[in-house]
């Protein structure tokens, strides 16, 4: 069952030197129970895609879509009262930082309830034994006590542990982590990765994974969308993206990928991502691809191949590229 269907989510940004169009004709689908990544540099626009769906953009910013399906809702048509309703409760956010979710001046025990005794109106004890569940699912010792404790007590590690208890009080039917693993080392961001998915598993939660890791989106998710300057320009199922990449974008940052031969050193795509201030025809990764020609100066056509790969690129088929790129 599709649970969230994205259908051409644009964000424009007014910025003092002009329009800023940051999403550009978003499409992005999660079926019940999937993990979607959606992964690119920093700056194509991921972060705002998740929050323009939940309706949390700056003032400056002016979102369209033609819809924003989510179970039996079209979230462009929701009113303000309604996305408060469903934000927190069927969507739950696990937000990078976890010092911007968490607030320094309440205990963890109030910030991890609230939001439940707000949507479910239920006495203050059931949310209380809810949030221990959820600790201690979480794999956070003496939970009882850490009820009363203040973030700056905690470590980094437990910070976030208690940021994904918050998000799953409600038991989200969706989970929307927003590179949730950065801020911590490595030992601990795999443990986090796979708490959520082994969470998410039992909930058989949908869940959008964000980040420029590829190595995460191989670990996590069921199908990918590569986001360039506002557009996705690539999407499927993981397997296929990763075993035969088509845009030569996403081509490139899996040549940028750490393996053993670099050292665990990150390659980096030549080139910078163009501004995404003005109109734009064409292939935004034009300026930066070794095969551009003529045509991806002109409107670009859409691929599809069985089993739900697509991509926009005016080559149809990049395999034979693949190797020399
Ligand atoms: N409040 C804002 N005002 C102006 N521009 C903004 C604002 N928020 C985002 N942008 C711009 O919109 C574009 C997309 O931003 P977004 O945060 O979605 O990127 P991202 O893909 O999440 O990047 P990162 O990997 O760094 O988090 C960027 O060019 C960014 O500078
Ligand atoms: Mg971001």
């Not at 039996?72 to 009262?81: F, G, P």
């Not at 542990?161 to 039917?173: G, K, S, W």
């Not at 088509?246 to 040549?255: E, V």
């Not at 665990?264 to 292939?283: A, D, H, M, N, T």
Request: glycine share 8%.
């Amino acid at each position: 069952m599709t649970m969230l269907k994205i259908e051409n989510l644009r964000i424009d940004i007014a910025t003092q030197n002009g329009t800023l169009h940051a999403v550009r004709g978003v499409d992005l689908e999660v079926e019940k129970g999937e993990v979607v990544g959606i992964v690119g540099e920093s700056g194509c626009g991921k972060s705002l895609t998740a929050m323009g769906l939940l309706g949390l953009l700056p003032r400056s910013a002016q979102r369209s879509a033609d819809r924003i399906r989510f179970l039996e809702r079209d979230l462009t048509k929701a009113s303000v009262a309604e996305l408060r309703g469903i934000r927190g409760n069927r969507i739950g956010m696990i937000f990078q930082d976890p010092m911007t979710a968490l607030n320094p001046s309440y205990t963890i025990g109030d910030q991890l309830t609230e939001g439940y005794l707000h949507h479910r109106k239920t006495a203050r004890k059931e949310a209380v034994e809810r949030a221990i569940y959820l600790l201690n699912r979480t794999g956070i010792t003496a939970a009882r006590s850490r009820l009363s404790q203040y973030p700056h007590q905690l470590s980094g590690g437990l910070r976030q542990r208690i940021v994904i208890a918050m998000a799953l009080m409600c038991e989200p039917d969706l989970i929307i982590a927003d590179e949730p693993t950065t801020a911590l080392d490595v030992t601990v961001q795999a443990q986090i990765l796979r708490l959520i998915k082994d969470i998410q598993a039992e909930m058989a939660a949908g869940v959008i994974i964000i980040t420029h890791d590829l190595g995460v989106v191989a670990q996590m998710a069921d199908r990918v969308a590569v986001m360039y300057a506002g557009e996705v320009v690539e999407a499927g199922p993981t397997h296929s993206i990763f075993a035969a990449p088509q845009h030569p974008y996403t081509i490139g940052l899996l040549s940028c990928m750490p393996d053993a031969a670099r050292r665990g050193r990150l390659g980096q795509i030549p080139g910078v991502v163009p501004s995404l201030i003005g109109e734009r025809k064409g292939c935004a990764f034009r300026t930066r691809c070794p095969h551009a020609t003529q045509p991806c100066r002109a409107d670009i056509a859409i691929h599809r191949r069985a089993g739900g790969h697509s991509w926009r690129c005016t080559i149809p088929d990049q395999t034979a590229n693949t190797r020399k790129s």
